[in-house]
């Protein structure tokens, strides 16, 4: 997959360093990646993306912009307010990057509809605000093999994970969250720089495994903004889980 000259002078700074260089750059163009909710976490995630040039980004979205969303949700205008949020977002990557193909995907992901939406991508990056969300999509990843950044921040606390088969995000939350009861930023709120903090690095977890930078499966990132300070976990797998352990029994 060559690179115009638009995109050596684009792509420049990528380009100069010798871990990544023109091929490091060309896995990111020939990379489909799925962005699972255009929020918080999202509207970090997604310019990171599309500026380092990824060559399809799909954006999932069933939201509306709410005005209190604009504090930390800052892809969106005040304009924006009540629109769309997947066709917006779509619309900031493109206009950011012309060449980034973006496709808007104002659905709800559920169990139903995961593995379709998700099925030809090379890696799902979820900024979702729910359990059963991204429930749904870690099974779907470990079902089709993708592999799959999982992103998160609430109050003061941030956290990254990154799963490729063994363990996956089930084994580390369990079955207990499968119904959209959950916690959400709306009951518990969230430090607004967080979010963004927290989805640009979900980007560069993403980037640094499109690339081949380096392998951070099975490791989770943990990040407190009140204490300002990261620190990784490695998780271990759960034998019995019901999405990646050893199949069922059949009969
Ligand atoms: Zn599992």
Not at 17 to 31: D, H, I, M, S
Not at 210 to 231: E, T
Request: aromatic fraction near 6%; proline fraction near 4%.
């Amino acid at each position: 997959m060559n690179l115009s000259d638009d995109e050596l002078e684009r792509y420049a700074r990528h380009i100069v360093l010798p871990q990544f260089g023109g091929p490091g750059q060309q896995r990111l163009k020939a990379a489909r990646v799925i962005v699972i909710g255009a929020g918080g976490i999202g509207s970090g995630a997604i310019p990171a993306l599309a500026g380092a040039g990824i060559g399809r980004l799909t954006i999932v979205d069933d939201d509306a912009v709410d005005r209190s969303n604009l504090q930390r949700q800052t892809i969106f205008r005040d304009a924006d307010v009540g629109e769309a949020k997947a066709h917006h977002a779509a619309r900031f990557a493109a206009g950011l990057n012309t060449h980034v193909e973006a496709v808007p995907v104002r659905e709800r992901v559920n169990p139903g509809n995961a593995a379709a939406l998700l099925n030809g991508h090379d890696l799902v990056l979820d900024g979702s605000d729910n359990f059963a969300t991204r429930l749904a999509v870690s099974d779907a990843c470990v079902k089709l093999g993708i592999p799959l950044v999982s992103a998160a921040a609430i109050k003061f606390q941030g956290q990254v994970g990154f799963f490729r088969g063994q363990p996956c995000f089930r084994c580390f939350v369990g079955d207990a969250f499968d119904s959209d009861e959950c916690d959400n930023c709306a009951e518990l709120g969230v430090l607004g720089a967080l979010t963004g903090t927290v989805g640009s690095f979900a980007a560069l977890v993403a980037i640094r495994a499109i690339a081949g930078l380096g392998d951070d499966a099975g490791k989770l990132h943990l990040f407190d903004a009140a204490a300002l300070a990261w620190r990784a976990i490695s998780l271990p797998p759960d034998p019995g889980c019901r999405a990646c352990g050893a199949p069922a029994q059949s009969g």
